[in-house]
């Protein structure tokens, strides 16, 4: 059965614990999309964990990690992630990456890094990992292929192609240094052969484990919101997160997909810029990112402040259904046990008619949130394990949501540890 968790948001939902959490059952989990650029927060009996590139069932000795062709794979990164986590004394994972997939270049880095200095203010608060350069690439047809590496008469031909692209860009439009190709290729040499034990045929792997019905997570990273096509374009990523995806980037039958679980916080946060119609600010959005996460709401990858905000029902709405979701998983709900009372947009305003149905980026720049005020709690739920035993008026706030989003809320996440999670 092919299990796929993918974010209803703007990302940051909690998809790493949740992946965690199901990876315990699982055989494979498959990355498929994206790359170095997010954090998946994961805490569990080696420690914390921010994973920015592994699979989140890299704990697990006995699970296959694979790192699917649909993903931005930068080979430093990759490299320094293994290690660190081989330092917290997790047993050595099984990894497999796709030959399809491609290379994320030291020059995607570069160049984005020197586009967003130029943007200055207007630029797309990139983490500046190289996704966007590299997918341009991709779809321009000048990427290179984890199996090119082996091949180095294609990787110099390729190279030098890519290169004179980028040198003129980098000499020209930003008047930086440009980059030298033997030294490029040397670099490549080294690291392919590094990565060599772990490069497989992947599509092959998944679709004999789907044959034999293995247990095969799909982890999405971001949320529907950063997708290129149906997000807040043009502040979105640069790959689809949605589970529509998962099949293509992951390579396995669309037919597979039995499950797609749509990962949402109680809450909202959000990193990087964009229209975020709830966001709160001053001292109330400051208690709430300081109390939000497992400590706080800083970004795992960058460290930056994450904007925070109330439930967004009619974001939250439009993401589940984006990711045809058959069930939500809602984290962080311990995170609301300090307010008297919550509120919860349920409509948007734009210049004064009442719209529920998510709109195009330029309207929602237009929009100011509607809400209804529930009642808070007011106790710790940490540590409890049942759904009846959760307060009324907790218990009401899961089913109030429910009904907004219109998807069974089946897990009910009340502290960042794998264990803490309450099923229904
Ligand atoms: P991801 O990218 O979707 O995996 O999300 P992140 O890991 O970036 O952000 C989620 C944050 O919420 C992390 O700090 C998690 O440790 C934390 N977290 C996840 N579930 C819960 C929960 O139920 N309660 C609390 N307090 N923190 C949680």
Redesign the pocket.
């Given at each position: 059965m092919v299990h796929t968790i993918v974010?209803a948001n703007w990302?940051?939902?909690?998809?790493?614990?949740i992946t965690d959490l199901l990876a315990v059952n699982a055989d494979i989990v498959v990355r498929f999309q994206g790359g170095a650029n997010?954090?998946?927060?994961i805490?569990n009996e080696y420690g914390r964990f921010a994973l920015h590139l592994l699979p989140s069932g890299i704990c697990n000795p006995e699970v296959l990690n694979v790192l699917g062709p649909g993903v931005a794979f930068d080979i430093e990164a990759f490299l320094k992630e293994l290690d660190e986590v081989r330092a917290m004394g997790v047993p050595e994972p099984q990894i497999a990456i796709s030959e399809r997939a491609q290379v994320l270049m030291p020059y995607h880095i570069l160049l984005d890094v020197y586009e967003e200095e130029r943007l200055g203010k207007q630029s797309f608060g990139s983490t500046r990992s190289g996704i966007a350069p590299f997918y341009g690439d991709k779809y321009q047809k000048i990427g290179l292929q984890v199996c090119q590496l082996y091949y180095p008469d294609v990787l110099r031909e390729k190279l030098a192609h890519a290169l004179e692209i980028k040198n003129a860009l980098i000499t020209s439009l930003y008047h930086k240094e440009p980059i030298d190709l033997e030294e490029m290729i040397t670099k490549l040499h080294e690291l392919a052969e590094r990565i060599r034990p772990y490069v497989a045929d992947t599509d092959e792997i998944l679709l004999n484990a789907v044959r034999e019905d293995k247990n095969i997570l799909l982890e999405g990273?971001l949320g529907t919101l950063r997708d290129p096509d149906h997000g807040i374009y043009p502040m979105v990523t640069s790959s689809s997160p949605l589970a529509g995806y998962a099949p293509v980037g992951a390579g396995v039958p669309v037919w597979s997909i039995k499950e797609i679980t749509a990962?949402t916080?109680a809450y909202s946060s959000c990193v990087g810029a964009g229209p975020f119609t709830t966001e709160l600010f001053g001292d109330e959005a400051e208690e709430l990112r300081r109390r939000?996460?497992?400590?706080g709401e800083y970004?795992?990858k960058t460290g930056r402040p994450r904007r925070v905000g109330w439930f967004d029902a009619v974001a939250t709405r439009y993401g589940c259904e984006g990711q045809g979701a058959t069930e939500v998983a809602l984290?962080?709900?311990?995170?609301l046990s300090y307010l008297d009372e919550i509120p919860v947009c349920v409509a948007y305003d734009w210049k004064g008619t009442r719209i529920e149905r998510f709109p195009v980026t330029p309207k929602l720049e237009e929009c100011t949130p509607i809400y209804e005020i529930l009642l808070g709690w007011k106790t710790d739920i940490r540590g409890i394990t049942k759904y009846e035993d959760l307060p009324e008026n907790c218990r009401n706030y899961v089913e109030y949501l429910e009904k907004q989003i219109g998807c069974p809320i089946r897990l009910v996440?009340?502290?960042?540890r794998r264990e803490?999670m309450i099923y229904r």
């Open positions: 974010g990302g940051d939902e909690g998809k790493g614990k997010a954090g998946h927060t805490i990273q990962v916080k939000g996460g497992d400590h970004g795992a984290t962080n709900l311990d995170v996440s009340n502290g960042p803490e």
